[in-house]
């Protein structure tokens, strides 16, 4: 059975604060994704990496940037969060271009107070 | 970014209905993917779209791709409590040797016994 799991299901953080989302997938695909889910605006791509050290900017970049250092992990960090940055967060993976379907994790709640 | 324009926001039916939603972009696909996500759960892979006019069914669900590329729409027929969630289309772009995914902004169907 395909998975793909996130560090956290909810996280509370502090403006200001340095917060590490992690993604694990175990199915040896080459490309891993992040994005969040805000109500009304529907799944954003923040990230995604393509191979390992690879990275590309999403849609979003702005606030966020990326660790891929071994092929089944892939860590997005904000390097100081703020309040607009509360959101749902999902990590999916996919495999070889022509196998479209990406594979989510559950999503990580995270709040910034 | 872009994003694909889906309606409608959220329905409330009654269990048996049949339920209807679409999507609209802009931009021409290649692929078109209609994705559900359950309360707490990332979302889940229903149908792909891989042809312009291409009618695809997987139980009650069915959906077509439209003719010029831009549209595309999902039915569900004779509705049941579990069809609650929130529903996504999904648009594909190549990038590098990665399948990305442009989202809609979801709708969310709720079912009355």
């Known amino acids: 059975d395909v998975k793909v799991t996130q560090s956290s299901r909810y996280l509370v953080k502090r403006t200001g604060e340095k917060v590490f989302l992690e993604c694990v997938q175990d199915?040896?695909?080459?490309?891993m994704f992040w994005y969040r889910q805000d109500p009304g605006l529907g799944l954003r791509l923040i990230y995604f990496?393509?191979?390992?050290?690879?990275?590309e900017k999403g849609d979003i970049p702005e606030g966020y940037s990326v660790s891929r250092e071994k092929k089944e992990r892939f860590s997005l960090i904000l390097e100081s969060a703020s309040t607009n940055q509360t959101s749902m967060y999902l990590c999916a993976s996919s495999g070889q271009p022509g196998y479209n379907e990406q594979f989510f994790g559950p999503g990580t709640r995270l709040t910034v107070l | 970014g872009q994003q694909l324009n889906q309606s409608p926001q959220s329905m409330f039916i009654q269990e048996g209905e049949d339920v209807s939603m679409n999507c609209t972009s802009s931009?021409?696909?290649?692929?078109w993917l209609w994705y559900k996500q359950e309360p707490g759960e990332g979302p889940v892979l229903l149908i792909a779209l891989y042809k312009a006019g291409e009618l695809t069914s997987n139980g009650r669900l069915t959906a077509q791709f439209g003719i010029t590329r831009k549209d595309s729409f999902l039915n569900i027929s004779a509705s049941i409590p579990s069809d609650v969630g929130i529903y996504f289309c999904a648009g594909q772009l190549r990038f590098h040797n990665t399948d990305k995914l442009i989202f809609g902004t979801g709708t969310r169907l709720q079912v009355f016994p």
């Open positions: 990496s393509y191979d390992v050290k690879m990275k």
């Open positions: 199915m040896d695909h080459e490309n």
């Open positions: 931009s021409i696909f290649n692929t």
